[in-house]
């Protein structure tokens, strides 16, 4: 077929719906209507003279024919975007645009984007955040940030582990001396729980920690993880936090920490549409992140008995 003749539009409303499953899916994200996606498929399957799905009761599948021809334009079309956004791109200005959950964002990558920006100048970070996965397909992300409970790897995209998620309760030091003795994690029942979207994850701490000893029915709920921890540092109750997310509070001791059961939430994943067709300000990006994660990792570890974290001997202050 002449390439003056290529039926794009068609072919456009093809690779969406044959990438979503879904002619509903394709109208959506083409801006147009159901109807006119079903009839720029069906011209497409009359012109090539093959069926290009199934159609079967309330969804469709692809056929071979489809399949075959989904995989070549979904490269294809990836590949020209790609195209218009580098010769769009300023050559004098280095962008990594970064797409991360709204938890990591507020308490810990913001915090040490300054240090970034010290170190690479000439590197802005354009920090979107959202709770989905970015596609990648339209280039609004370089790299996202994603916590997930049982994933590890995500359609046309690569993964790279950064950090294991685990659960503790916080509250603030001048909250815990004020109220109620926490000698046991049923002493909990006596103070305000903050809660992350839904009671679901105390209810899931509590199974863990201390089986049978009350239902976290009570308390705020917030939209975020970041927004229960800022409660709590401001005295409002007891947030379950992430001892490596509010590192800092923990140690400027903005919070404390009143018990140590952890209950496992999953990991935090670094994902990418491919990490070696980076842009170079992207990998830029990337080595920091690794490294910064590293470094706290190291930085939390137990000190050696009879040592402090400087390394020198500690000893106990003499009492007066």
Known sequence: MKRGRLPLTALRSFEAAGRHLSFSRAAEELFVSQAAISRQIRELEALIGRPLFERLHRRVELTDA?????????????AIDLKLTEIQASPEGELVKVSTEPFFAGAWLIPR???????????????????????????????????????????RTQARHLV???????????????????????????????HEQNRDYWARWLEVAAPNSFRPERGPIFGDGNLTTHAAALGHGVALGDPFINGA?????????????????????????DFETLSDPARVFVD????????????SKPPAPGASRSGRSHRPPRRR
Do not use: C
């Open 113 to 155: 984007l300054n240090s970034f920006r010290e170190l690479y100048p000439r590197i802005d970070v354009a920090v979107d955040v959202s709770p989905g996965l970015v596609e990648f397909r339209t280039h609004e992300a370089d790299l996202a940030i994603r916590h997930s409970e049982t994933r590890s790897a995500w359609p």
């Open 164 to 194: 294991e998620s685990i659960a503790r309760p916080m509250l603030s030091p001048d909250l815990l001396a004020k109220g109620p003795p926490l000698r046991t994690v049923a002493d909990l029942a006596a103070y305000t729980l903050l």
């Open 66 to 78: 489809g399949q075959e021809l989904l995989r070549q334009l979904t490269h294809s079309f990836d």
């Open 288 to 299: 920091w992140l690794v490294a910064e994660i590293k470094a706290q990792l190291e930085w």
């Open 249 to 273: 509070e923990l140690r400027d001791g903005t919070l404390v920490e009143p018990f140590r059961e952890s209950v496992a939430f999953g990991r935090y994943w670094l994902v990418a549409p």
